[in-house]
């Protein structure tokens, strides 16, 4: 006999926590399956871990550029102690905390490989290979995520390279780190293990650096980045990769540039794929390993019976945790008969990249708003030139920059790049999905001195 809940959730990461909590607080019984660890791939092998790799980095930067404070620095950062923090960050790899707490939210934990087996039924298959049969009267909700995804490379596989999970969550400092990629989370990463004394090395296919921003975020960070030590190689590609000690060994990568590349471990973040293989859509006439196509109610479109929902990496709109987390409360809403539709993950969306220095960006950039067709207008100023900037140090500098519909008067887009920008940043989002007229914002005064006067500078700048 199969259990009967009002919801199952497929997938314990933050979205599926979401949802199902959200659900469940409406009065809904909800199961909610993981195979894993409850709090999914932000909780223990990308979010968490990589800012705690980060920020010692940060902070003794800031340090360097403070007088006062620089004259007391002695060597380099521990690493003994930011990887113990790294390991608290993230629990010690144990969900008890997050088992406790889906205790309170009145979810129902079920371990396992979820499958769909049919309408509204999902198959678990436990460790031990027990299997629980699960079926919903109102939903099955996908928030499955995604997982790296690795570029057809000779070698590549048989060499075994870092993912994310290793690249945050490695127990020693790697002598020589070669970095594939050149998107957030190869930033971040060169950057971690760098701050933490590898010899780092990045290589980029393409003509910059985080190609979706602004750019002269690529061009700032990238040049950041061979501040600190890192080398970087644009436009360039790795064609094969050896491995010695039977791919327990020293990694050699051939480059496009002729060039020949050793290390001591090899980093691959190229991209991510939805985790769709193995979870049973194909028996619903959804593509096994491709992201399930939702509507903006999160429903999966191609489904009979508007009960199967897919939110977070899984549906490919947004691949952001905090967006995933916001779709999730969404689609609890929506079962809950609550009228919902999802939009800020197309057109409010917040990032920060925690380099340094941080990079900060919500909703358009100029091209793309441009190819949307807003009759644009934009505006630029150096953070470095207002006076909050230079008082947190030394030869601090940035950029911000207003994409600004010039019909409708309203910030469509905003982009920063500084230290500690992403606190700056949650301004701009509530401007961008509050479609806030420039006239109004004339009226949000920053204080002084805060690095925030820069949004005075800018309106004065547009010609306010």
């Known amino acids: 006999m199969a259990e009967t809940f009002d919801v199952v959730v497929i997938g314990a990461g933050p979205t599926g926590e979401n949802a199902g909590a959200r659900a469940a607080a409406g009065g809904l019984k909800v199961a909610l399956v993981e195979h894993e660890l409850l709090g999914g791939e932000c909780s223990y092998w990308a979010c968490m871990p990589s800012k705690a790799l980060l920020h010692p980095g940060e902070t003794l930067w800031m340090a360097q550029h403070t007088p006062g404070v620089r004259e007391l620095l002695q060597g380099p950062l521990k690493v003994d102690a930011v990887l113990k923090h790294r390991d608290k960050m993230v629990s010690g790899y144990d969900d008890k905390s997050q088992a406790k707490w889906a205790e309170g939210a009145k979810l129902t934990v079920v371990r396992g490989r979820g499958k769909l087996t049919g309408p509204r039924k999902v ?85 910059r650096l985080l190609t979706r921003f602004e750019p002269f975020v690529g061009e700032q960070l990238a040049q950041a980045l061979r501040d600190a030590g890192v080398r970087v190689f644009l436009e360039t590609q790795a064609t094969k990769v050896q491995r010695s000690g039977e791919g327990k060994g020293e990694f050699t990568i051939t480059l496009t540039n002729r060039d020949t590349l050793r290390a001591d471990a090899l980093l691959v973040a190229m991209g991510r794929t939805a985790r769709t293989d193995d979870l049973g859509v194909d028996t619903l006439g959804l593509k096994s390993g491709a992201s399930i196509e939702v509507d903006d109610q999160l429903r999966a479109k191609g489904v009979d019976g508007d009960w ?155 010609g306010l």
């Open 123 to 207: 198959s678990v298959e436990g460790k031990e290979g027990k299997v629980r049969e699960l079926e919903a009267r109102r939903a099955v909700v996908i928030a499955t995520g995604s997982k790296p995804r690795h570029p057809d490379i000779a070698g590549l596989k048989e060499s075994r390279p870092w993912d994310n999970r290793e690249g945050t969550g490695a127990k020693a400092v790697p002598g020589r780190l070669v970095v594939l990629g050149g998107g957030v989370e190869a930033v971040e990463l060169a950057q971690a293990w760098r701050d933490l004394g590898s010899e780092v090395t990045l290589v980029q296919r393409g003509p």
């Open 308 to 462: 199967l929902y897919a939110c977070g990496d899984v549906n490919g709109r947004n691949l952001l945790t905090h967006m995933g987390k916001y779709q999730g409360r969404l689609v609890g809403d929506i079962l809950l008969g609550k009228p919902a539709k999802a939009w800020a993950d197309t057109k409010a969306t917040p990032q920060v990249i925690f380099t340094h220095p941080q990079v900060a960006s919500v909703g358009h950039t100029e091209a793309q708003a441009r190819k949307a067709g807003v009759p644009v207008k934009t505006v630029q100023y150096e953070l470095g030139d207002v006076a909050g900037t230079s008082l947190l140090g030394e030869g601090f500098k940035g950029t911000a920059k207003l994409v600004v519909d010039e019909q409708r008067r309203i910030i469509v887009g905003a982009t920063f790049t500084g230290p500690g920008v992403g606190e700056m940043l949650h301004a701009a989002t509530i401007a961008v999905a509050g479609e806030v007229t420039l006239d109004t914002l004339w009226h949000a005064v920053p204080s002084y001195p805060t690095m925030s006067e820069v949004w005075l500078r800018l309106l004065e700048a547009y």
